[in-house]
Antibody, heavy 119, light 105 residues
Framework: EVLLVESGGGLVQPGGSLRLSCAAS????????FNWVRQAPGKGLEWVSY????????YSADSVRGRFTISRDDAKNSLYLQMNSLRAEDTAIYYC????????????WGQGTLVTVSS | EIVMTQSPATLSLSPGERATLSCRAS??????LAWYQQKPGQAPRLLIY???TRATGIPARFSGSDSETEFTLTISSLQSEDFAIYYC????????FGQGTKVEI
């Protein structure tokens, strides 16, 4: 069974940092690409960041570029999102999502972790 | 950025009725369109990709159709578990989502 479990969310002050983790199991983690997608409370879905299977290629949305960094550790079957200089508008549930092979959309999603940026 | 626009915002229907949800892309996405279902407190669930291919385990009552920029998700006969929010998403470029259509009883 494919499982993605996010952790690391919580309450942080504006300007602070958090590191989200996503632990994967049930599939060959190293061969897949991943996205982070977020959802502000009561709002729609927003793509945040992408990482290739090799880890050598990554992209982020304009809204987070320069502040958020995606990475992976294939030895630990884990995906990460380092979030710096957090703003109130970064408050959201953050989902990690596996990208399907041959089809560049996400087939499995974690349950999400809530990040709240507030003083 | 490719802008995805969904309509209507809310669809009020009864179990057994047919639901037709629309999604328009601001430019061609070459059929690289997915539909997701999201229930309260849950992650999105992939229903359709490639505009019309059902994902693994998705019932046949869900179907998708496409033109270059106009896409439709049809639920042929609504079941109680189908009342949820539905998002379209293009993946021809960096992913962008529609704002969602809520299907309510």
């Amino acid at each position: 069974e494919v499982l993605l479990v996010e952790s690391g969310g919580g309450l942080v002050q504006p300007g602070g940092s958090l590191r989200l983790s996503c632990a994967a199991s049930g599939f060959n983690f190293s061969t897949y690409e991943f996205n982070w997608v977020r959802q502000a409370p009561g709002k729609g879905l927003e793509w945040v960041s992408y990482i290739s299977s090799s880890g050598n290629t990554f992209y982020s949305a304009d809204s987070v570029r320069g502040r958020f960094t995606i990475s992976r550790d294939d030895a630990k079957n884990s995906l990460y999102l380092q979030m710096n200089s957090l703003r109130a508008e970064d408050t959201a549930i953050y989902y990690c999502a596996r990208i399907m092979e041959l089809v560049a959309t996400s087939d499995y999603w974690g349950q999400g972790t809530l990040v709240t940026v507030s003083s | 950025e490719i802008v995805m626009t969904q309509s209507p915002a809310t669809l009020s229907l009864s179990p057994g009725e047919r639901a037709t949800l629309s999604c328009r892309a601001s430019q061609s996405v070459s059929g690289n369109l997915a539909w997701y279902q999201q229930k309260p407190g849950q992650a999105p669930r992939l229903l359709i990709y490639g505009a019309s291919t059902r994902a693994t385990g998705i019932p046949a009552r869900f179907s998708g159709s496409d033109s270059e920029t106009e896409f439709t998700l049809t639920i042929s006969s609504l079941q109680s578990e189908d009342f949820a929010i539905y998002y379209c998403q293009q993946y021809n470029d960096w992913p962008t989502f529609g704002q969602g259509t809520k299907v309510e009883i």
